[in-house]
């Protein structure tokens, strides 16, 4: 289980927060302070798992409630969340703005005040570190899926903030792919927050949230959350699994 590290900034603090989204509440007066350097939050699709990570990222406002990410306002002090906050996206062409990989790379560092050259000789610098210094003027669609997910985790991981927060970041991924990031993950010193709808995405982290319909329904270490959520999905899927999907 990973430890606390000293970079580890002081936490994310939800108090009361609601969203509605399209005339639905998708979370329902969240309350949670969240310390632990690895923590997950695991539910099923449309549970407001996702809804939850952009809540924290600041790219939405809570319709009622307070967030606070290391005391300030994600949501109104962008400034502040570009250096506290990386996300990391389930698909990258989400995420991805430029053709070549380094203006992608370069991207975040100028948002953050860098002359566009020196983010630009940040970004062959990292390149060269990773072995992949022959990226640089490659346009990103030669890129494989897995070569973009790791292109957008670079790019995050170049502006150094202090928590990153991952959306199903194994999804959709080969094996080979999938063990050398969560390897990469693992070695990180920020705090990483994961949602996901897969339990063992969720090995060796200090917390789990399971959350379902907007709510917390349990909450603490993963030996004793993911039972739980485990037992409770086999139980859905021994009756008409999709007989609860809104039509």
């Not at 991805?96 to 991207?107: C, K, N, Q, R, W």
């Not at 072995?131 to 490659?138: P, S, T």
Request: glycine share 12%; hydrophobic share 45%; aromatic share 4%.
């Amino acid at each position: 289980m990973p430890a606390l590290l000293p970079e580890l900034s002081p936490g994310i603090d939800i108090a009361s927060a609601s969203v509605s989204l399209g005339g639905r509440v998708v979370l329902d007066g969240l309350t949670l302070r969240l310390t632990e350097g690895r923590i997950g939050i695991l539910g099923r699709n449309g549970s407001g798992k996702t809804t939850l990570l952009r809540l924290i990222a600041g790219l939405i406002a809570p319709d009622g409630g307070v967030v606070r990410v290391d005391g300030f306002d994600p949501f109104k002090d962008r400034k502040a969340a570009l250096s506290a906050l990386g996300i990391l996206f389930q698909n990258p062409d989400h995420q991805i703005l430029f053709p070549t990989v380094e203006e992608e790379l370069a991207f975040g560092l100028a948002q953050q005040g860098l002359a566009q050259s020196e983010a630009l000789a940040k970004a062959h610098a990292v390149l060269a570190e990773e072995g992949r210094g022959h990226w640089a003027k490659a346009p990103v669609s030669t890129l494989s899926q897995g070569q973009r997910h790791y292109l957008c985790l670079l790019a995050v991981l170049l502006m150094q903030p202090r928590t990153i927060l991952l959306d199903e970041p194994l999804a959709g991924l080969d094996l080979p792919t999938q063990g050398r990031l969560a390897r990469r993950f693992a070695a990180l010193p920020q705090r990483l927050v994961t949602i996901t709808h897969d339990p063992a995405t969720l090995a060796g982290v200090d917390r789990v949230l399971w959350l379902d319909e907007g709510r917390i329904v349990a909450d603490g270490p993963p030996g004793e959350v993911i039972p739980a959520f485990t037992a409770a999905m086999g139980r859905i899927g021994e009756l008409d699994a999709d007989a609860d999907l809104a039509g």
